[in-house]
């Protein structure tokens, strides 16, 4: 029967026939008895059933049999300072490009009010690199106007939320919400998201 095993003086690996006393290192020339080479048990059956490799391991040209648990050689892992500036890089771009959803609503309280609707004022936005603006002019007069905030990462967590509201809101004016979330936020922001709420008068 033949294995592989591994030379105790040079360490190569050579096919070790055990029906022998004695096995001689291809490699390195020296002589041992065969149950004093260490032998590769996974190789065995390997060996036994593949009579392709069986006669290759035969040659006396053969190289170096494979271990069943060779680890491949680990890839070069590429450097990581230029990856983290780049992603830095483009974290600042998409921050001052944010997505900007809103959501409209609101709940009327009694017959003599209705919910505020986007058609009831104009609004225009001002996005900075650590803040968000929102700017609304009434066109008519509103009781009360609240507005949502809530600025979230690509990976859609709440970073940064904040309500702010106002009352008694007079045609033609100017009314700024301002959501000043700072710089650390924005470098991982990647949507802000707010919410418009209010309350007109019918009467
Ligand atoms: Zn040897």
Not at 66 to 79: L, M, Q, R, W
Not at 80 to 106: A, E
Not at 191 to 202: P, Q
Request: glycine share 6%; proline share 4%; hydrophobic share 35%.
């Amino acid at each position: 029967m033949k294995n592989i095993g591994s030379c105790p003086n040079c360490h190569k690996d050579f096919v070790v026939d055990s029906s022998l006393s004695a096995q001689k290192c291809p490699y390195c020339g020296r002589s041992f008895k065969t149950d004093e080479i260490p032998l590769y048990k996974d190789s065995v059956k390997e060996v036994k059933t593949d009579g392709n490799n069986f006669n290759k391991y035969d040659n006396s040209d053969y190289t170096k049999p494979v271990k069943i648990d060779n680890v491949p050689p680990e890839t070069k892992k590429p450097s990581h300072g230029g990856i983290i500036t780049f992603i830095v890089i483009i974290l600042i771009i998409i921050s001052s490009c944010f997505i900007i959803k809103s959501i409209f609503g609101g709940l009327a309280l009694n017959l003599t009010e209705r919910n505020l609707t986007s058609s009831d004022y104009s609004k225009s936005e001002t996005q900075g690199l650590t803040s968000y603006k929102l700017t609304i002019v009434p066109k008519i007069s509103i009781k009360s106007i609240e507005v949502s905030a809530t600025v979230f990462n690509s990976s859609n967590q709440g970073l940064y939320s904040d309500s702010q509201s106002k009352t008694d809101l007079t045609k033609n004016f100017s009314y700024v919400f301002d959501f000043d979330f700072g710089f650390e936020v924005a470098l991982t922001a990647y949507s802000i998201e707010y919410t418009i709420t209010g309350v007109v008068n019918l009467i």
